[in-house]
C-alpha cells in the first residue's frame, strides 16, 4: 500500500471486521519495485513497445 512517502504492507489474519490481529509494517522494497516499474513503463511507451507486459 502507498502511504504517502512510505510504502507500507499490512498484515491482518481477517479480511473483514472484526479484525483480531493487524499490524503496518514498513516495506523498503516497494520502493524500489515502483521506481523500476515506472522506468520500464516509461522505456516502454517512449520506443512504442506496447504489446510488451
Known amino acids: ?3 504517502g512517502h ?3 504492507i499490512i498484515v491482518s489474519n481477517h479480511l473483514m471486521k472484526p479484525r483480531e490481529f493487524a499490524a503496518i509494517l514498513p516495506n523498503p522494497l516497494y520502493d524500489e519495485g515502483k521506481r523500476l516499474f515506472e522506468k520500464y513503463f516509461l522505456w516502454k511507451t ?3 513497445y506496447s504489446y510488451l507486459p
Open 1 to 3: 500500500m502507498d502511504a
Open 46 to 48: 517512449k520506443h512504442g
Open 6 to 8: 512510505k510504502e507500507v
